[in-house]
Protein backbone atom coordinates (compact mmCIF):
# COMPACT_ATOMS: atom_id res chain seq x y z
CA UNK A 1 0.00 0.00 0.00
CA UNK A 2 2.64 2.87 0.73
CA UNK A 3 4.38 1.83 -2.38
CA UNK A 4 0.83 2.84 -4.22
CA UNK A 5 0.79 5.87 -2.47
CA UNK A 6 4.63 6.44 -3.34
CA UNK A 7 3.88 5.92 -7.31
CA UNK A 8 0.62 7.51 -7.07
CA UNK A 9 2.56 11.08 -8.11
CA UNK A 10 4.77 9.66 -10.78
CA UNK A 11 1.91 7.71 -12.50
CA UNK A 12 0.01 10.96 -12.68
CA UNK A 13 2.55 13.01 -14.04
CA UNK A 14 2.68 10.09 -16.51
CA UNK A 15 -0.17 10.36 -17.72
CA UNK A 16 -0.29 14.58 -17.86
CA UNK A 17 2.85 14.60 -19.94
CA UNK A 18 1.07 12.37 -22.39
CA UNK A 19 -2.64 14.47 -22.00
CA UNK A 20 -3.52 16.98 -24.55
CA UNK A 21 -5.94 18.95 -22.08
CA UNK A 22 -2.94 19.11 -19.94
CA UNK A 23 -1.11 21.05 -22.99
CA UNK A 24 -3.59 23.03 -23.23
CA UNK A 25 -4.21 24.29 -19.49
CA UNK A 26 -0.43 25.07 -20.09
CA UNK A 27 -1.00 27.20 -22.76
CA UNK A 28 -3.96 28.97 -21.82
CA UNK A 29 -2.02 29.95 -18.41
CA UNK A 30 0.79 31.23 -20.35
CA UNK A 31 -1.31 33.44 -22.83
CA UNK A 32 -3.22 34.51 -19.59
CA UNK A 33 -0.35 35.97 -17.55
CA UNK A 34 1.24 37.31 -21.10
CA UNK A 35 -1.57 39.23 -21.40
CA UNK A 36 -2.71 40.63 -17.91
CA UNK A 37 1.12 41.71 -17.90
CA UNK A 38 0.05 43.47 -21.36
CA UNK A 39 -2.23 45.43 -19.96
CA UNK A 40 -1.68 45.91 -16.09
CA UNK A 41 0.24 48.80 -17.11
CA UNK A 42 -2.19 50.19 -19.50
CA UNK A 43 -4.46 52.17 -16.65
CA UNK A 44 -0.49 52.67 -14.70
CA UNK A 45 1.68 53.95 -16.79
CA UNK A 46 -0.38 57.23 -18.04
CA UNK A 47 -0.89 58.32 -14.61
CA UNK A 48 2.55 57.01 -13.32
CA UNK A 49 4.51 59.43 -15.70
CA UNK A 50 2.28 62.15 -14.89
CA UNK A 51 2.47 62.02 -11.29
CA UNK A 52 6.21 61.45 -11.66
CA UNK A 53 6.57 63.32 -14.33
CA UNK A 54 5.03 66.54 -14.70
CA UNK A 55 3.25 66.98 -10.77
CA UNK A 56 6.79 66.04 -9.56
CA UNK A 57 8.45 68.84 -11.65
CA UNK A 58 6.03 71.20 -10.53
CA UNK A 59 5.86 70.64 -6.71
CA UNK A 60 8.39 72.25 -5.80
CA UNK A 61 7.57 75.59 -7.81
CA UNK A 62 4.18 75.48 -6.32
CA UNK A 63 4.98 74.83 -2.54
CA UNK A 64 7.67 78.19 -3.19
CA UNK A 65 4.89 80.16 -4.65
CA UNK A 66 2.77 79.49 -1.10
CA UNK A 67 5.26 79.90 0.76
CA UNK A 68 6.11 83.60 -1.14
CA UNK A 69 2.26 84.15 -0.96
CA UNK A 70 1.83 85.67 2.53
CA UNK A 71 4.46 88.26 2.20
CA UNK A 72 3.49 89.63 -0.83
CA UNK A 73 1.97 93.02 -0.41
CA UNK A 74 -1.56 92.62 -0.26
CA UNK A 75 -2.37 94.50 -3.02
CA UNK A 76 -0.19 95.33 -6.41
CA UNK A 77 -1.12 97.19 -9.98
CA UNK A 78 -0.79 97.38 -13.48
CA UNK A 79 -1.69 100.61 -16.27
CA UNK A 80 -2.39 100.04 -19.44
CA UNK A 81 -1.34 102.47 -21.77
CA UNK A 82 -3.75 100.42 -24.72
CA UNK A 83 -6.99 100.99 -22.96
CA UNK A 84 -6.12 102.97 -19.83
CA UNK A 85 -6.89 100.53 -17.47
CA UNK A 86 -5.31 99.90 -14.09
CA UNK A 87 -5.72 96.46 -13.05
CA UNK A 88 -5.58 95.79 -8.97
CA UNK A 89 -4.59 92.71 -8.00
CA UNK A 90 -5.30 91.31 -4.33
CA UNK A 91 -5.39 87.78 -2.77
CA UNK A 92 -9.03 87.25 -2.85
CA UNK A 93 -9.71 90.40 -5.78
CA UNK A 94 -9.27 92.15 -9.15
CA UNK A 95 -10.31 95.32 -9.09
CA UNK A 96 -10.76 96.77 -12.61
CA UNK A 97 -10.62 100.50 -12.73
CA UNK A 98 -10.95 102.11 -16.16
CA UNK A 99 -10.18 106.06 -16.80
CA UNK A 100 -12.63 107.79 -19.25
CA UNK A 101 -11.83 112.06 -18.94
CA UNK A 102 -12.14 112.31 -15.71
CA UNK A 103 -15.25 109.69 -15.33
CA UNK A 104 -14.06 106.44 -13.24
CA UNK A 105 -15.38 102.96 -13.38
CA UNK A 106 -14.67 99.65 -11.11
CA UNK A 107 -15.56 96.54 -11.09
CA UNK A 108 -14.45 93.35 -9.03
CA UNK A 109 -14.02 90.16 -9.86
CA UNK A 110 -12.69 87.08 -8.28
CA UNK A 111 -8.93 86.49 -8.65
CA UNK A 112 -7.87 84.55 -12.04
CA UNK A 113 -4.32 83.92 -11.79
CA UNK A 114 -2.28 81.41 -13.46
CA UNK A 115 -2.03 79.26 -10.37
CA UNK A 116 -5.76 79.09 -9.75
CA UNK A 117 -7.29 78.68 -13.14
CA UNK A 118 -8.48 75.21 -14.14
CA UNK A 119 -7.16 74.99 -18.18
CA UNK A 120 -9.45 75.66 -20.57
CA UNK A 121 -12.00 72.40 -21.27
CA UNK A 122 -9.82 70.60 -19.39
CA UNK A 123 -9.62 68.18 -15.90
CA UNK A 124 -6.34 68.07 -15.09
CA UNK A 125 -3.56 70.91 -15.62
CA UNK A 126 -0.32 70.46 -18.25
CA UNK A 127 -2.33 70.18 -21.25
CA UNK A 128 0.97 70.57 -23.20
CA UNK A 129 2.42 67.40 -21.42
CA UNK A 130 -0.47 65.34 -22.19
CA UNK A 131 -0.36 65.67 -25.54
CA UNK A 132 3.45 64.74 -25.46
CA UNK A 133 2.79 62.26 -22.95
CA UNK A 134 0.12 60.48 -25.63
CA UNK A 135 3.29 60.21 -27.97
CA UNK A 136 5.49 58.82 -25.23
CA UNK A 137 3.65 56.88 -23.41
CA UNK A 138 2.08 55.20 -27.38
CA UNK A 139 5.92 54.00 -28.04
CA UNK A 140 6.36 52.89 -24.51
CA UNK A 141 3.03 50.07 -25.50
CA UNK A 142 4.81 49.70 -28.95
CA UNK A 143 7.91 48.54 -27.87
CA UNK A 144 7.12 45.02 -26.89
CA UNK A 145 5.30 44.32 -29.77
CA UNK A 146 8.48 45.47 -31.97
CA UNK A 147 10.71 43.40 -29.80
CA UNK A 148 8.33 40.63 -31.46
CA UNK A 149 8.52 41.94 -34.63
CA UNK A 150 12.28 41.40 -34.08
CA UNK A 151 12.03 38.08 -32.23
CA UNK A 152 9.51 36.45 -34.20
CA UNK A 153 10.95 34.74 -37.43
CA UNK A 154 13.80 33.18 -35.39
CA UNK A 155 11.48 31.70 -32.92
CA UNK A 156 9.08 30.08 -35.77
CA UNK A 157 11.98 28.22 -37.90
CA UNK A 158 13.66 26.99 -33.89
CA UNK A 159 10.93 25.74 -32.52
CA UNK A 160 11.07 23.02 -35.90
CA UNK A 161 14.49 22.36 -35.18
CA UNK A 162 14.60 22.12 -31.37
CA UNK A 163 10.68 21.35 -30.20
CA UNK A 164 8.20 23.49 -29.03
CA UNK A 165 9.04 22.57 -24.80
CA UNK A 166 12.93 24.99 -24.57
CA UNK A 167 11.04 27.73 -26.25
CA UNK A 168 8.05 27.66 -23.75
CA UNK A 169 9.88 27.54 -20.72
CA UNK A 170 12.34 30.43 -22.06
CA UNK A 171 9.80 32.50 -22.60
CA UNK A 172 8.70 32.08 -19.03
CA UNK A 173 12.06 33.14 -17.57
CA UNK A 174 12.06 36.32 -19.37
CA UNK A 175 8.74 37.08 -18.62
CA UNK A 176 9.24 36.75 -14.83
CA UNK A 177 12.29 39.06 -15.47
CA UNK A 178 9.89 41.59 -17.12
CA UNK A 179 7.70 41.35 -14.55
CA UNK A 180 9.93 42.20 -11.62
CA UNK A 181 11.39 44.95 -13.59
CA UNK A 182 8.30 46.88 -14.23
CA UNK A 183 7.66 46.48 -10.29
CA UNK A 184 10.86 48.21 -9.36
CA UNK A 185 11.74 50.55 -12.54
CA UNK A 186 10.35 54.20 -11.38
CA UNK A 187 11.67 56.17 -14.78
CA UNK A 188 10.70 56.04 -18.27
CA UNK A 189 13.73 54.55 -19.55
CA UNK A 190 13.50 51.37 -17.31
CA UNK A 191 9.63 50.91 -18.03
CA UNK A 192 10.48 50.82 -21.90
CA UNK A 193 13.38 48.25 -20.85
CA UNK A 194 11.11 46.26 -19.35
CA UNK A 195 8.54 46.19 -21.75
CA UNK A 196 10.55 45.60 -24.67
CA UNK A 197 11.73 42.72 -22.56
CA UNK A 198 8.74 41.50 -22.22
CA UNK A 199 7.92 41.02 -26.08
CA UNK A 200 11.15 38.99 -26.25
CA UNK A 201 9.45 36.86 -23.34
CA UNK A 202 6.22 36.81 -25.22
CA UNK A 203 7.25 35.65 -28.62
CA UNK A 204 8.98 32.57 -27.17
CA UNK A 205 5.86 31.87 -25.45
CA UNK A 206 2.93 32.55 -27.95
CA UNK A 207 4.90 30.82 -30.69
CA UNK A 208 5.69 27.83 -29.04
CA UNK A 209 2.33 27.48 -27.30
CA UNK A 210 0.77 28.15 -30.48
CA UNK A 211 2.78 25.50 -32.27
CA UNK A 212 2.44 22.88 -29.98
CA UNK A 213 -1.48 23.05 -29.96
CA UNK A 214 -1.54 22.84 -33.21
CA UNK A 215 0.54 19.67 -33.44
CA UNK A 216 -1.65 18.49 -30.52
CA UNK A 217 -4.84 18.90 -32.28
CA UNK A 218 -4.47 17.50 -35.75
CA UNK A 219 -8.34 17.96 -36.77
CA UNK A 220 -9.66 21.04 -37.76
CA UNK A 221 -12.88 20.71 -35.08
CA UNK A 222 -10.73 20.02 -31.95
CA UNK A 223 -8.70 22.51 -33.09
CA UNK A 224 -10.41 25.34 -33.28
CA UNK A 225 -12.36 24.50 -29.73
CA UNK A 226 -8.52 24.20 -28.63
CA UNK A 227 -7.60 27.36 -30.24
CA UNK A 228 -10.92 29.20 -29.04
CA UNK A 229 -9.68 27.69 -25.03
CA UNK A 230 -6.30 29.10 -25.93
CA UNK A 231 -7.72 32.43 -26.87
CA UNK A 232 -9.61 32.62 -23.88
CA UNK A 233 -6.87 32.52 -21.49
CA UNK A 234 -5.35 35.63 -23.56
CA UNK A 235 -9.07 36.70 -23.29
CA UNK A 236 -9.15 36.24 -19.62
CA UNK A 237 -6.08 37.82 -19.08
CA UNK A 238 -6.91 40.87 -21.09
CA UNK A 239 -10.34 41.01 -18.78
CA UNK A 240 -8.26 41.32 -15.80
CA UNK A 241 -5.52 43.31 -16.11
CA UNK A 242 -6.19 46.47 -16.94
CA UNK A 243 -9.35 46.78 -13.80
CA UNK A 244 -6.89 44.62 -11.66
CA UNK A 245 -4.19 47.39 -12.57
CA UNK A 246 -5.90 50.59 -11.92
CA UNK A 247 -7.51 49.05 -8.51
CA UNK A 248 -4.29 48.17 -7.27
CA UNK A 249 -2.26 50.80 -8.35
CA UNK A 250 -5.33 53.28 -6.77
CA UNK A 251 -5.51 51.65 -3.15
CA UNK A 252 -2.06 49.50 -2.94
CA UNK A 253 0.69 50.83 -5.08
CA UNK A 254 2.81 50.44 -8.62
CA UNK A 255 4.48 47.78 -7.14
CA UNK A 256 1.70 45.46 -6.14
CA UNK A 257 0.34 44.17 -9.37
CA UNK A 258 3.51 43.52 -10.81
CA UNK A 259 4.89 41.22 -7.60
CA UNK A 260 1.53 39.53 -7.59
CA UNK A 261 1.74 38.35 -11.47
CA UNK A 262 5.27 37.68 -10.61
CA UNK A 263 4.03 34.91 -8.16
CA UNK A 264 1.93 33.67 -10.89
CA UNK A 265 4.74 33.40 -13.30
CA UNK A 266 6.35 31.23 -10.78
CA UNK A 267 3.44 28.91 -10.69
CA UNK A 268 3.65 28.64 -14.28
CA UNK A 269 6.82 27.56 -14.53
CA UNK A 270 6.63 24.83 -12.45
CA UNK A 271 3.66 23.57 -14.04
CA UNK A 272 5.85 24.00 -17.06
CA UNK A 273 8.68 21.85 -15.60
CA UNK A 274 6.30 18.99 -14.38
CA UNK A 275 4.39 18.73 -17.99
CA UNK A 276 6.69 19.89 -20.74
CA UNK A 277 10.13 18.22 -19.67
CA UNK A 278 11.85 21.47 -21.13
CA UNK A 279 15.19 20.56 -20.63
CA UNK A 280 14.04 17.27 -23.97
CA UNK A 281 14.90 18.51 -27.56
CA UNK A 282 11.68 16.94 -29.64
CA UNK A 283 12.50 18.20 -33.52
CA UNK A 284 10.02 17.93 -35.84
CA UNK A 285 10.00 14.50 -37.65
CA UNK A 286 8.99 16.80 -40.97
CA UNK A 287 11.02 19.96 -42.42
CA UNK A 288 8.33 22.70 -42.07
CA UNK A 289 8.04 25.25 -44.88
CA UNK A 290 10.23 28.06 -44.92
CA UNK A 291 8.47 31.94 -43.28
CA UNK A 292 9.52 33.63 -46.84
CA UNK A 293 7.64 30.84 -48.92
CA UNK A 294 4.41 31.36 -46.44
CA UNK A 295 5.23 35.28 -46.63
CA UNK A 296 4.17 34.57 -50.53
CA UNK A 297 1.11 32.77 -49.74
CA UNK A 298 -1.10 35.06 -50.15
CA UNK A 299 -4.38 33.43 -48.27
CA UNK A 300 -1.67 33.61 -45.56
CA UNK A 301 -1.42 37.33 -45.98
CA UNK A 302 -5.30 38.25 -46.35
CA UNK A 303 -5.45 36.16 -42.63
CA UNK A 304 -2.82 37.74 -41.21
CA UNK A 305 -4.18 41.43 -42.29
CA UNK A 306 -7.37 40.61 -40.50
CA UNK A 307 -5.15 39.99 -37.40
CA UNK A 308 -3.46 42.86 -37.81
CA UNK A 309 -5.84 45.48 -38.35
CA UNK A 310 -8.92 44.46 -35.85
CA UNK A 311 -6.44 44.25 -33.16
CA UNK A 312 -4.86 47.52 -34.57
CA UNK A 313 -8.18 49.20 -33.16
CA UNK A 314 -7.49 47.86 -29.55
CA UNK A 315 -4.24 48.72 -29.58
CA UNK A 316 -4.70 52.38 -30.38
CA UNK A 317 -6.83 52.67 -27.78
CA UNK A 318 -4.50 51.71 -24.56
CA UNK A 319 -2.54 54.91 -24.69
CA UNK A 320 -4.76 57.02 -26.03
CA UNK A 321 -8.49 56.28 -24.77
CA UNK A 322 -7.10 56.47 -20.65
CA UNK A 323 -5.69 59.82 -21.67
CA UNK A 324 -8.57 61.59 -23.65
CA UNK A 325 -10.64 60.45 -20.14
CA UNK A 326 -8.12 62.43 -18.28
CA UNK A 327 -9.03 65.31 -20.08
CA UNK A 328 -12.54 65.10 -20.95
CA UNK A 329 -14.19 63.31 -18.49
CA UNK A 330 -12.46 64.27 -15.42
CA UNK A 331 -11.78 60.18 -14.77
CA UNK A 332 -10.10 58.95 -11.98
CA UNK A 333 -7.34 55.92 -11.98
CA UNK A 334 -9.86 53.12 -11.32
CA UNK A 335 -11.96 54.55 -14.12
CA UNK A 336 -9.18 54.45 -16.44
CA UNK A 337 -8.93 50.64 -16.47
CA UNK A 338 -12.41 49.77 -15.23
CA UNK A 339 -13.14 51.40 -18.77
CA UNK A 340 -11.88 48.33 -20.60
CA UNK A 341 -13.56 46.35 -18.84
CA UNK A 342 -16.81 45.85 -21.28
CA UNK A 343 -14.12 45.04 -24.04
CA UNK A 344 -12.70 42.42 -21.80
CA UNK A 345 -15.78 40.94 -21.06
CA UNK A 346 -17.58 40.60 -24.46
CA UNK A 347 -14.01 39.27 -25.87
CA UNK A 348 -13.43 36.62 -23.21
CA UNK A 349 -17.24 35.54 -24.62
CA UNK A 350 -16.44 36.14 -28.69
CA UNK A 351 -13.46 33.75 -28.42
CA UNK A 352 -15.52 30.61 -26.44
CA UNK A 353 -18.37 30.84 -28.25
CA UNK A 354 -16.72 31.20 -32.07
CA UNK A 355 -14.48 29.01 -30.93
CA UNK A 356 -17.80 26.47 -31.98
CA UNK A 357 -19.56 28.22 -33.87
CA UNK A 358 -17.53 29.47 -36.27
CA UNK A 359 -16.30 26.06 -37.80
CA UNK A 360 -20.37 25.87 -38.73
CA UNK A 361 -20.97 29.34 -40.20
CA UNK A 362 -17.82 29.92 -42.37
CA UNK A 363 -14.58 30.78 -40.11
CA UNK A 364 -14.42 33.25 -43.59
CA UNK A 365 -17.75 35.19 -42.63
CA UNK A 366 -17.30 35.31 -39.25
CA UNK A 367 -14.19 37.00 -39.67
CA UNK A 368 -16.03 39.37 -42.20
CA UNK A 369 -18.91 40.04 -40.10
CA UNK A 370 -16.23 40.59 -36.75
CA UNK A 371 -13.69 43.11 -39.14
CA UNK A 372 -17.09 45.15 -40.14
CA UNK A 373 -18.41 45.27 -35.84
CA UNK A 374 -15.06 46.47 -35.22
CA UNK A 375 -15.02 49.26 -37.16
CA UNK A 376 -18.52 50.45 -36.39
CA UNK A 377 -17.82 49.97 -32.49
CA UNK A 378 -14.40 52.45 -32.73
CA UNK A 379 -16.76 54.98 -34.87
CA UNK A 380 -18.96 55.05 -31.75
CA UNK A 381 -16.25 55.11 -29.16
CA UNK A 382 -16.20 59.69 -29.51
CA UNK A 383 -19.55 59.93 -29.06
CA UNK A 384 -19.37 58.74 -25.22
CA UNK A 385 -20.23 61.84 -22.96
CA UNK A 386 -18.81 59.82 -19.94
CA UNK A 387 -17.84 56.49 -18.62
CA UNK A 388 -20.77 54.46 -19.15
CA UNK A 389 -20.97 55.92 -22.95
CA UNK A 390 -18.13 53.61 -23.62
CA UNK A 391 -19.60 50.19 -22.20
CA UNK A 392 -21.70 49.77 -25.71
CA UNK A 393 -18.74 50.70 -28.42
CA UNK A 394 -15.90 48.50 -25.83
CA UNK A 395 -18.40 45.98 -25.56
CA UNK A 396 -18.83 45.39 -29.30
CA UNK A 397 -15.08 45.91 -30.13
CA UNK A 398 -14.14 43.52 -27.94
CA UNK A 399 -16.71 40.87 -28.96
CA UNK A 400 -16.11 40.97 -32.61
CA UNK A 401 -12.53 41.07 -31.87
CA UNK A 402 -13.12 37.78 -30.34
CA UNK A 403 -14.60 36.86 -33.28
CA UNK A 404 -11.60 37.57 -35.59
CA UNK A 405 -8.72 36.02 -33.65
CA UNK A 406 -11.19 32.80 -32.83
CA UNK A 407 -11.27 32.45 -36.52
CA UNK A 408 -8.17 33.22 -37.68
CA UNK A 409 -5.96 31.45 -35.83
CA UNK A 410 -7.38 28.13 -36.66
CA UNK A 411 -7.16 28.96 -40.72
CA UNK A 412 -3.49 29.79 -40.45
CA UNK A 413 -3.49 26.30 -39.05
CA UNK A 414 -5.63 24.89 -42.06
CA UNK A 415 -4.10 26.88 -44.46
CA UNK A 416 -0.60 25.27 -43.74
CA UNK A 417 -2.26 21.91 -43.59
CA UNK A 418 -3.98 22.22 -47.70
CA UNK A 419 -1.17 24.03 -49.13
CA UNK A 420 1.85 23.30 -46.85
CA UNK A 421 4.35 20.93 -45.28
CA UNK A 422 2.15 20.70 -41.59
CA UNK A 423 4.63 22.00 -39.23
CA UNK A 424 3.34 24.94 -37.50
CA UNK A 425 6.30 26.68 -35.40
CA UNK A 426 6.46 29.32 -38.62
CA UNK A 427 3.01 30.01 -39.86
CA UNK A 428 2.09 31.06 -35.79
CA UNK A 429 4.91 32.64 -35.75
CA UNK A 430 3.81 34.86 -38.97
CA UNK A 431 0.12 35.06 -36.94
CA UNK A 432 1.95 36.51 -34.21
CA UNK A 433 3.71 38.86 -36.23
CA UNK A 434 0.22 40.16 -37.69
CA UNK A 435 -0.81 40.54 -34.08
CA UNK A 436 2.10 42.41 -33.13
CA UNK A 437 1.98 44.62 -36.43
CA UNK A 438 -1.06 45.76 -35.06
CA UNK A 439 0.07 46.47 -31.42
CA UNK A 440 3.56 47.95 -32.55
CA UNK A 441 1.90 50.85 -34.78
CA UNK A 442 -1.47 51.09 -33.61
CA UNK A 443 0.17 52.66 -30.23
CA UNK A 444 3.36 54.72 -31.89
CA UNK A 445 1.03 55.79 -34.99
CA UNK A 446 -1.75 56.77 -32.74
CA UNK A 447 -0.46 59.30 -30.50
CA UNK A 448 0.79 61.15 -33.08
CA UNK A 449 -2.22 61.20 -34.93
CA UNK A 450 -3.99 62.43 -31.69
CA UNK A 451 -1.78 65.56 -31.14
CA UNK A 452 -2.01 66.29 -35.06
CA UNK A 453 -5.70 66.15 -35.57
CA UNK A 454 -7.58 64.43 -32.03
CA UNK A 455 -9.05 61.79 -30.64
CA UNK A 456 -12.16 61.34 -32.62
CA UNK A 457 -10.61 61.25 -35.89
CA UNK A 458 -7.98 58.45 -34.94
CA UNK A 459 -10.92 56.48 -34.05
CA UNK A 460 -12.73 57.55 -37.54
CA UNK A 461 -9.57 56.47 -39.76
CA UNK A 462 -9.19 52.59 -38.14
CA UNK A 463 -12.89 52.48 -37.92
CA UNK A 464 -12.71 52.95 -41.84
CA UNK A 465 -10.14 50.82 -42.59
CA UNK A 466 -11.51 47.86 -40.71
CA UNK A 467 -14.70 48.30 -42.73
CA UNK A 468 -12.72 48.88 -45.95
CA UNK A 469 -10.63 45.26 -45.67
CA UNK A 470 -13.44 43.32 -44.45
CA UNK A 471 -14.63 41.78 -48.01
CA UNK A 472 -10.88 40.45 -48.58
CA UNK A 473 -11.76 37.74 -45.75
CA UNK A 474 -14.31 36.38 -49.17
CA UNK A 475 -11.50 34.83 -50.98
CA UNK A 476 -10.91 32.58 -47.56
CA UNK A 477 -13.61 30.82 -48.25
CA UNK A 478 -12.65 28.20 -50.51
CA UNK A 479 -8.89 28.36 -50.63
CA UNK A 480 -7.07 26.12 -53.40
CA UNK A 481 -4.97 23.23 -52.29
CA UNK A 482 -1.55 22.55 -53.74
CA UNK A 483 -1.47 19.72 -56.14
CA UNK A 484 0.50 17.03 -54.22
CA UNK A 485 -1.62 18.09 -51.09
CA UNK A 486 -4.76 17.35 -53.21
CA UNK A 487 -3.26 13.87 -54.12
CA UNK A 488 -2.99 13.48 -50.15
CA UNK A 489 -6.46 14.15 -49.26
CA UNK A 490 -8.14 12.11 -51.99
CA UNK A 491 -6.17 9.04 -50.71
CA UNK A 492 -6.19 9.15 -47.01
CA UNK A 493 -9.77 10.85 -46.77
CA UNK A 494 -12.03 11.30 -50.15
CA UNK A 495 -14.96 11.71 -48.91
CA UNK A 496 -14.17 14.22 -46.08
CA UNK A 497 -13.42 17.58 -48.14
CA UNK A 498 -12.49 18.93 -43.94
CA UNK A 499 -10.14 16.52 -43.67
CA UNK A 500 -6.32 16.68 -43.92
CA UNK A 501 -3.22 14.53 -43.56
CA UNK A 502 -0.26 15.12 -42.35
CA UNK A 503 2.86 13.98 -44.49
CA UNK A 504 3.86 11.04 -41.98
CA UNK A 505 1.44 9.21 -39.93
CA UNK A 506 0.19 10.43 -36.82
CA UNK A 507 1.75 9.76 -33.57
CA UNK A 508 0.93 10.62 -30.25
CA UNK A 509 2.33 14.17 -28.48
CA UNK A 510 6.10 13.55 -27.44
CA UNK A 511 5.97 14.57 -24.29
CA UNK A 512 7.56 11.34 -22.92
CA UNK A 513 10.88 9.80 -23.19
CA UNK A 514 9.00 6.59 -24.62
CA UNK A 515 6.77 8.16 -27.25
CA UNK A 516 9.46 7.97 -29.79
CA UNK A 517 10.27 4.56 -29.79
CA UNK A 518 6.27 3.28 -29.63
CA UNK A 519 6.09 5.44 -33.03
CA UNK A 520 8.90 3.59 -34.76
CA UNK A 521 7.96 0.06 -33.35
CA UNK A 522 4.55 1.00 -34.84
CA UNK A 523 6.19 1.63 -38.48
Not at 40 to 68: D, R
Not at 356 to 382: D, E, N, T, Y
Not at 417 to 433: C, E, F, K, N, P
Not at 499 to 506: I, V
Amino acid sequence: MPRTVECAPWRWLKEGRESRKLVLVVVFVALLLDNMLLTVVVPIIPTFLYATEYEGANSSASQNWIVAAPAAPPFSSMFSYFDNTTVTVSDYMVVNTTVWGNRTESSSLPQLTGASLPPKNSCVDGEAFLMEENVRVGLLFASKALMQLIINPFVGPLTNRIGYHIPMFAGFIIMFLSTVMFAFSGTYTLLLVARALQGIGSSFSSVAGLGMLASVYTDDYERGNAMGVALGGLALGVLVGAPFGSVMYEFVGKSAPFLILAFLALLDGALQLCILQPSKISPESTKGTPVFTLLRDPYILVAAGALCFANMGVAMLEPTLPIWMMQTMCSSKWQLGMAFLPASISYLIGTNLFGVLAHKMGRWLCSLIGMVVVGISLLCVPLAQNIYGLIGPNGGLGFAIGMVDSSMMPIMGYLVDLRHTSVYGSVYAIADVAFCMGFAIGPSTGGVIVRAIGFPWLMVIIGVTNIAYAPLCWYLRSPPAKEEKIAILNQECPMQTKCYATQKPLREFPLTDGSDEEAESEE
